[in-house]
């Protein structure tokens, strides 16, 4: 009985550590890829001679680009294990999930496969974004005028 | 120091992600899509143009500045057509993050394959 009580007790707090120290990871990836992003707008704002605003459009590119490449690569879900929402909430999770659902249905021929399955996964935020940014819109002609 | 902001704003936003999927039975897709509609939402009362100014890069890399850029493009023609405005210049911002998905993961589902 001893056993069970202290299995219980262990199981109730071992997520719990884990769950703190996930948050910290998350925290330290998300942010460091924040300073990343600030770094490459000021970058390319400056080398290229273009105001912060067009920049940031650049950097969302490349962010693209290395979230693309790496899921590609097959990098990136053991980074995602290890660093969870630190690499999903930024811009390369929409990369990675759309990525990896690309290269999974590829194999099922490009109309069927690739076509109809690429936005499975990264559909929902384009979906959801549109819907309520159509409802929020209204909202504001509404209120504000 | 705005390097330290962008450090903050970032990671916060990831932090409280990572407390709900850990919290909750929620699945990465559900975190991505509630924090798009957090973006547009803070953004139709220009809360969220306050964070950029704050945090710089920082604050357009979480998956919230996708919806504060659908709706800013889209209340930027709201305000020269009105109403149908809404419809036309929803995606005049985000097209670059969305084109550049699609264009990326086609041609490197055509060069790579999956690793499992």
């Known amino acids: 009985m001893e056993k069970i009580k202290y299995q219980k007790l262990v199981d109730k707090h071992t997520p719990k550590e884990n769950i703190l120290l996930n948050a910290l990871i998350g925290f330290i990836v998300g942010g460091f890829l924040g300073v990343v992003g600030e770094v490459l707008v000021e970058l390319y704002s400056y080398y290229l001679h273009i105001p912060s605003k067009d920049a940031s459009v650049f950097m969302i590119v490349t962010l693209i680009f290395i979230g693309c490449f790496l899921t590609a690569l097959g990098f990136f879900d053991n980074l995602v294990k ?13 990369a990675h999930a759309m990525m990896s659902a690309a290269l999974e249905y590829r194999k099922e021929g490009f109309v069927t496969g690739l076509g109809a399955n690429m936005f499975k996964l990264a559909g929902s935020v384009i979906l959801f974004g549109v819907v309520s940014a159509y409802v929020f819109g209204l909202l504001r002609i509404i209120l504000i005028g | 120091m705005i390097y330290v902001h962008a450090f903050i704003f970032c990671g916060i936003v990831c932090m409280i992600g990572q407390l709900i999927l850990d919290n909750t039975k ?61 419809f036309m210049g929803m995606f005049d911002l985000t097209s670059s993050g969305i084109v550049a998905a699609i264009i990326f993961s086609f041609f490197f589902s055509l060069f790579f394959s999956p690793r499992d």
Not at chain 1, 82 to 94: D, M, S
Not at chain 2, 29 to 35: D, P, R, S
Not at chain 2, 64 to 84: E, K, P, Q, R, Y
């Open chain 1, 82 to 94: 290890f660093a969870k929402c630190g690499l999903i909430v930024p811009i390369t999770g929409f």
């Open chain 2, 26 to 86: 929620l699945t990465p897709g559900h975190i991505t899509t509630m924090f798009v509609i957090i973006g547009a939402f803070l953004d139709s009362f220009n809360i969220y143009d306050k964070f950029v100014l704050w945090a710089g890069g920082g604050a357009l890399v979480p998956i919230t500045s996708f919806g504060h850029l659908l709706i800013h493009g889209a209340m930027d023609t709201v305000n020269t057509f009105g109403v149908m405005g809404l």
